[in-house]
T-cell receptor, first 112, second 117 residues
């Protein structure tokens, strides 16, 4: 079946620290991969995506590379800010984004 | 672009009443809309998928008679929780996609928090 496993949270970092949130997946076929972010009290926002192996998605200083050989899509940012505090969801999409399967979410808190 | 709105953002109702939640795509035509339920500190659970003008496809374990979905136009879908009970209290989120192609993306609404007393 299709599933996504994310690094368990919560994750707490200091401002300007390096961030990695691990995400691995199992899927039949060739899914698209997504990272969504949910700020407090808001809905999910698409952060970045990759549609095929070796693609790198990037946005707002975040990036993730679709690694087929390790079935991973780890989220990274070189220097986090307080405003990055949110819950991050990794997801895989079947037939593009026609059916999304989400990981359990990772709560990130950045302290000044 | 790609904005999805939901109304209301919060609703409190008495047990036994029905509640309707609207989901609108504001600047694009949504061929497909999705309804999710999010439990506290948990991930999103897909409830159903609806295509404009067609009956919704419900995920296993979701009662179609309790969670009525209507996708009347390319910009509007509604979820009606019928005869709501306290266990239906949750955060309901809709999303929409435009073309259904391999590079398509789902855009999410801000969610509706339902509290059933």
């Amino acid at each position: 079946g299709n599933s996504v496993t994310q690094m368990e949270g919560p994750v707490t970092l200091s401002e300007e620290a390096f961030l990695t949130i691990n995400c691995t997946y199992t899927a039949t076929g060739y899914p698209s991969l997504f990272w969504y972010v949910q700020y407090p009290g808001e809905g999910l926002q698409l952060l970045l995506k990759a549609t095929k192996a070796d693609d790198k998605g990037s946005n707002k200083g975040f990036e993730a590379t679709y690694r087929k050989e390790t079935t991973s899509f780890h989220l990274e940012k070189g220097s986090v800010q307080v405003s990055d505090s949110a819950v991050y969801f990794c997801a895989l999409g079947i037939q593009g984004a026609q059916k999304l399967v989400f990981g359990q979410g990772t709560r990130l808190t950045i302290n000044p | 672009g790609a904005v999805v709105s939901q109304h209301p953002s919060r609703v409190i109702c008495k047990s036994g009443t029905s509640v309707k939640i609207e989901c609108r795509s504001l600047d694009f035509q949504a061929t497909t809309m999705f309804w999710y339920r999010q439990f506290p500190k948990k991930s999103l659970m897909l409830m159903a998928t609806s295509n404009e003008g067609s009956k919704a496809t419900y995920e296993q374990g979701v009662e179609k008679d309790k969670f009525l979905i209507n996708h009347a136009s390319l910009t509007l879908s509604t979820l009606t929780v019928t005869s709501a009970h306290p266990e239906d209290s949750s955060f309901y989120i809709c999303s929409a996609s435009s073309s259904g192609g391999p590079t398509d993306t789902q855009y999410f609404g801000p969610g509706t928090r339902l509290t059933v007393l």
